[in-house]
């Protein structure tokens, strides 16, 4: 794995004052922070970063003798308590909650849920100059009753996109956000539907057209053919739009997992931005391990006028895995293993910055020198 020169936790969960949260509970039903992790990054006018964080809220005492919480949202009370029988739940994976009675169907609700949180930071990513409690963004529609996830950012011209993961039972879409100034974010709505999820905007137009990576998810997917490369499963896609509201998909799917790695399935990472070489992609590739799996970054580069051509890909050789040094000051917050999860990606002269999640848990800042991208 490449040699790191700046490689930190920059935010965790003990950094927030949990007075801010858009849940407000009381005292019935005290809440913890699970994670700030998953963010979104960009430059603001000022040249600061932003980091938007995905904050992951829990209830301290979701089970009891004979039941379990979870959280939920609606339009009319806000966020809520649902409580459901234990016996009717598989409760193995610690980030989700399944239900057993709707099986082979896979119903769930979730063991936390997320809001997100803009944090500004210096220009190098060293130093906080501000959490900006009051441009907080929860859940506000049907579609978002689970919360909102893992945010990306785009920057075009003059014009900051945001892509979500909103969750409910209606649906786990994709959502956008726009903002002229980097902070304040307008809602714009879903904009790709159901099991749609890490959507990954292109930092700029490819013959007057924007381009998306895409994962489609679903229950069932068909065989490959016998002699394939690639392993079925879900895949990273490629969508087009000619305005950011209406996305079509292209017709051959992106990234697979392959017989040669070790990895059952891949997802988006960080948004596509343009290097020398074409577009730099990081992605994430998930190894088989337990209920959750091992979570590490790879990357690829697409040729700069025709994205849906490879140029490099690396399934192999991670780019990033879980540091176990970089979490000891968290032991006790630790609830996951073997996660980092890549979100965000700027330019820092010779150098990328690279924000990702580590163990669903806290936010890492990492500088990859430009030179290990090139072909």
């Not at 909650?97 to 500004?120: D, H």
């Not at 907080?136 to 979500?164: A, F, H, L, N």
Request: glycine share 6%; aromatic share 10%.
């Amino acid at each position: 794995m490449t040699t790191l020169k700046h490689d930190k936790i920059v935010f965790s969960p003990t950094d927030i004052d949990l007075s801010f949260s858009p849940l407000k509970l009381g005292e019935e039903h005290p809440t913890y922070l699970l994670g700030a992790f998953n963010p979104g990054m960009t430059r603001l006018p000022n040249g600061n970063i932003l980091l938007m964080i995905r904050v992951a809220e829990a209830l301290s005492n979701p089970i009891g003798k004979n039941h379990v919480s979870a959280l939920r949202w609606n339009k009319k009370n806000g966020f809520i308590v649902d409580t459901y029988s234990k016996d009717e739940l598989d409760l193995s994976d610690p980030r989700q909650i399944l239900f057993k009675k709707y099986l082979p169907t896979t119903v769930l609700a979730l063991t936390s849920i997320s809001w997100l949180l803009p944090v500004e930071f210096d220009e190098q990513g060293e130093e906080i100059i501000k959490i900006h409690y009051d441009k907080i963004i929860s859940s506000s529609k049907s579609y978002q009753e689970y919360g909102v996830e893992d945010p990306r950012i785009t920057k075009i011209g003059d014009i900051y996109y945001m892509t979500t993961c909103s969750v409910s039972s209606m649906r786990q879409s994709s959502t956008l956000y726009m903002s002229f100034d980097g902070l304040n974010y307008q809602l714009k709505g879903v904009i790709l539907d159901h099991q749609n999820k890490d959507m990954l905007i292109f930092e700029g137009k490819i013959n007057n057209m924007y381009y998306a990576l895409t994962r489609p998810l679903g229950s069932l997917y068909f065989a490959e053919s016998p002699d394939s490369e690639f392993l079925p499963g879900p895949s990273i896609n490629i969508a087009q739009s000619p305005d950011m509201l209406h996305w079509k998909p292209v017709e051959d799917f992106m990234i697979k997992a392959t017989n040669n790695s070790n990895l059952i399935k891949v997802g988006g990472g960080a948004q596509p931005i343009l290097s020398d070489d074409g577009w730099l992609v990081l992605f994430h590739g998930v190894e088989k391990k337990g209920e959750v799996g091992i979570y590490r970054t790879y990357y690829a580069l697409l040729d700069k006028d025709n994205p849906t051509q490879i140029l490099k890909i690396d399934l192999v050789n991670p780019l990033l895995e879980a540091n176990d040094e970089l979490t000891k000051p968290f032991k006790d917050l630790i609830y996951l293993n073997d996660v980092v999860f890549t979100t965000g990606i700027i330019d820092a002269d010779d150098d990328y910055l690279v924000a990702s999640g580590e163990l669903d848990m806290c936010t890492r800042l990492t500088r990859i020198p430009k030179s290990k991208f090139k072909i």
